[in-house]
T-cell receptor, first 114, second 115 residues
Framework: AQSVTQPDIHITVSEGASLELRCNYSYGATPYLFWYVQSPGQGLQLLLKYFSGDTLVQGIKGFEAEFKRSQSSFNLRKPSVHWSDAAEYFCAVAERGAGTALIFGKGTTLSVSS | ETGVTQTPRHLVMGMTNKKSLKCEQHLGHNAMYWYKQSAKKPLELMFVYNFKEQTENNSVPSRFSPECPNSSHLFLHLHTLQPEDSALYLC??????????????FGPGTRLLVL
């Protein structure tokens, strides 16, 4: 069965510092991969997605993610974090050719310190 | 309005009440979804509708009853809920269930508290 692991439950980063959120997936083939962000009391906003092609994908708000097949990873990065980036981040996987069911990780809460 | 909207944003109900959650998407999509987000648990897919037909029901208790009158609207009817049903209920939509390179877009959610 597919699964998504986000090893870090909570991360604190200083404003202006770089950020990397980890995501590992378990799936036999190359999946579709997504990162969503959820601010307190809000729904999920799509940050970026990977379907095929270039393994480094750019998203909104200055985020990027790199798909590494050999490591079954899709880590999210940002070179300089802003206080407004404090939120919960979810990595998700969709199985190709089997509907559009998303499997989500448990999320990583990002706190930004000044 | 654009995107996916949900009403109400907050709901408190007793275990004997009947209430409904509403979702509307303005994206021209044909697939709509209900998810449940509980504390400390991954998002759980509850139901999927594709072109108004229910295609997925992930063993959801019958006290949750979905309705999709058209491709733009999705309801979740609630009755005799339990306190453990308290959660954030998220609606999402995508172009089509089973399509290639599909992306789901989410609404802001309804925060439900069952007393």
């Amino acid at each position: 069965a597919q699964s998504v692991t986000q090893p870090d439950i909570h991360i604190t980063v200083s404003e202006g510092a770089s950020l990397e959120l980890r995501c590992n997936y378990s799936y036999g083939a190359t999946p579709y991969l997504f990162w969503y962000v959820q601010s307190p009391g809000q729904g999920l906003q799509l940050l970026l997605k990977y379907f095929s092609g270039d393994t480094l994908v750019q998203g909104i708000k200055g985020f990027e993610a790199e798909f590494k097949r050999s490591q079954s990873s899709f880590n999210l990065r940002k070179p300089s974090v802003h206080w407004s980036d404090a939120a919960e981040y979810f990595c998700a996987v969709a199985e190709r050719g089997a509907g559009t069911a998303l499997i989500f990780g448990k999320g990583t809460t990002l706190s930004v310190s000044s | 309005e654009t995107g996916v909207t949900q009403t109400p944003r907050h709901l408190v109900m007793g275990m004997t009440n009947k209430k409904s959650l509403k979702c509307e998407q303005h994206l021209g999509h044909n697939a709509m979804y209900w998810y449940k987000q509980s504390a400390k648990k991954p998002l759980e897919l509850m139901f999927v509708y594709n072109f108004k037909e229910q295609t997925e029901n992930n063993s959801v208790p019958s006290r949750f009853s979905p309705e999709c009158p058209n491709s733009s609207h999705l309801f979740l009817h609630l009755h005799t809920l339990q306190p453990e049903d308290s959660a954030l209920y998220l609606c999402a939509s995508s172009q089509e269930w089973g399509g290639t390179q599909e992306t789901q877009y989410f609404g802001p959610g309804t925060r439900l508290l069952v007393l």
